[in-house]
Each structure stands twice: as C-alpha cells, then as structure tokens.
C-alpha cells in the first residue's frame, strides 16, 4: 500500500504564497498521476491539480495562473506553489495518486491552509 503524506500548510496573508508537498512512501504505477484536491469547510471536495509522469499537467479554472503544479525526478513527489492566494482558498489540501484511468480510493491526511486578511 502506498501510503501519501502531505506537508506544508499554515496561515498565510491574503494574496500571499505557500508550497505544498507530499511524498509518497514507494513507486507504484499508481503514481501516474499525482495530484491535490481541496476540501473548504461544507463543500466537496474538488480536484485542484494534477501532473502526470509524461508531464501531462491539469489546473483547475479557478488557480490557473496562480498555482504551478511540479514533480521531482523521482516521481515520488509533487509540490504546489500557490501564489497570489485568496480567501476562498482557504481549505484543506489533500495529495492523492492515480493511474492513467482513475484515481486510488486513498488519500493523504491532508494539510490545512488558511488564508487570512
């Protein structure tokens, strides 16, 4: 079982920046994709980003251009630089792993970010 443990949340002032990371714990195919999700206090969770092993890349309207999703050459890896942050960022970011069909039904513990004035 890979297991996927996210870091790098906090508080951060509106319109600021924060990276997240998350390792996981071995290679798998599972890793094709590697992604963030995001879940704000009474909402679904949505999918946020995504990066695949071919670089393949996918950004959700409402962070283009302020969020850069990356890999490190391991592939076991991915990073989020969020920039330009607003308030309606402000949820919990979870790192999840999938193959090129579908997503595993796991995810990480998630890392809390909160976007404050």
């Known amino acids: 079982q890979v297991q996927l443990v996210e870091s790098g949340g906090g508080s951060v002032q509106l319109g600021g920046s924060i990276e997240l990371s998350c390792r996981a714990s071995?290679?798998?195919?599972?890793?094709?994709?590697m992604g963030w999700f995001r879940q704000a206090p009474g909402q679904e969770r949505e999918l946020v980003a995504f990066m695949a092993v071919n670089g393949e890349t996918y950004y959700a309207d409402f962070v283009k251009d302020r969020f850069t999703i990356s890999r490190d050459n391991t592939k076991t890896m991915v990073h989020l630089q969020m920039n330009s942050l607003k308030s309606e960022d402000t949820a919990v970011y979870y790192c999840r792993r999938g193959t090129y069909l579908s997503w595993s039904d796991d995810w990480g513990q998630g890392t809390q970010v909160t976007v404050s004035s």
């Open positions: 071995s290679t798998h195919e599972s890793l094709f994709r």
